[in-house]
């Protein structure tokens, strides 16, 4: 089945510990994204990868790192967590020719 | 720069309805407008596109026409279901920022029986 999968689902944490939220997809995409979503503010991009070892950053990259060193992993780094990190997180993956997005479950963070 | 608006909710219609919500844009050069569908505890799924003025994109009941003249891209659904009940983000993507898109906030629709 043709997926894209985030762990882990939901994570509460302390302020200024390190975390990982990974993203994985088996559709072969070239194009990955993580997204945050805010309560009146929608979705933002946070960083995107347009194939391996390529990134670029989003509206909103502060606070946040990704690395791209295999095509279907694109796992987001909160180096040290801020309670205005707190948020519904998405990652998404694309075929860079096509527009069509293919979103992941979210990942609910929580920091205290 | 870009960016989308659309209408605040949430929005409460009772099943059979007709259902508008209202999209407009602002874009650099020619973009592929979207709607995305997120269903609750779900992330979100492509409702329908429209990648050129003029062109209408439809799926499951739910149609949008790409409005290059009023930059809108409004959804309508002739008879909305229960089932319908969900939160709907109007996007973006321009070709001057072809790996960037961009969100409205969302709408949350919900349908009563």
């Known amino acids: 089945e043709a997926q894209v999968t985030q762990n882990p689902r939901y994570l509460i944490t302390v302020t200024g510990k390190k975390l990982t939220v990974t993203c994985s997809q088996n559709?072969?995409?070239?194009?990955m994204s993580w997204y945050r979503q805010d309560p009146g503010l929608g979705l933002r991009q946070i960083y995107y990868?347009?194939?391996?070892?390529?990134?670029d950053k989003g509206d909103v990259p502060e606070g946040y790192k990704v690395s791209r060193k295999e095509k279907r992993n694109f796992p987001l780094i909160l180096e040290s967590p801020s309670p205005n990190q707190t948020s519904l997180y998405f990652c998404?993956?694309?075929?860079?020719?096509?527009?069509?997005?293919?979103f992941g479950p979210g990942t609910r963070l929580t920091v205290t | 720069g870009n960016s989308v608006t659309q209408m605040e909710g949430p929005v409460t219609l009772s099943e059979e309805a007709f259902l508008t919500i209202n999209c407009t844009y602002t874009?650099?050069?020619?973009?592929?407008l979207f709607w995305y569908v997120q269903y609750p505890g779900e992330g979100l799924q492509l409702l329908l596109k429209?990648?050129?003025?003029?062109d209408k994109g439809s799926n499951k009941g739910f149609e949008a026409t790409y409005r290059k003249e009023t930059t809108s891209f409004h959804l309508e659904k002739g008879s909305v279901q229960v089932s319908d009940s969900a939160v709907y983000f109007c996007a973006l993507v321009s070709l001057n920022t072809g790996n960037q898109f961009y969100f409205g906030t969302g709408t949350s629709l919900t349908v009563i029986p």
């Open positions: 559709m072969n995409h070239e194009y």
């Open positions: 874009a650099t050069g020619y973009p592929s």
């Open positions: 998404a993956s694309r075929d860079q020719g096509s527009y069509e997005q293919y």
């Open positions: 429209a990648t050129k003025a003029d």
């Open positions: 990868s347009m194939n391996v070892e390529v990134t």
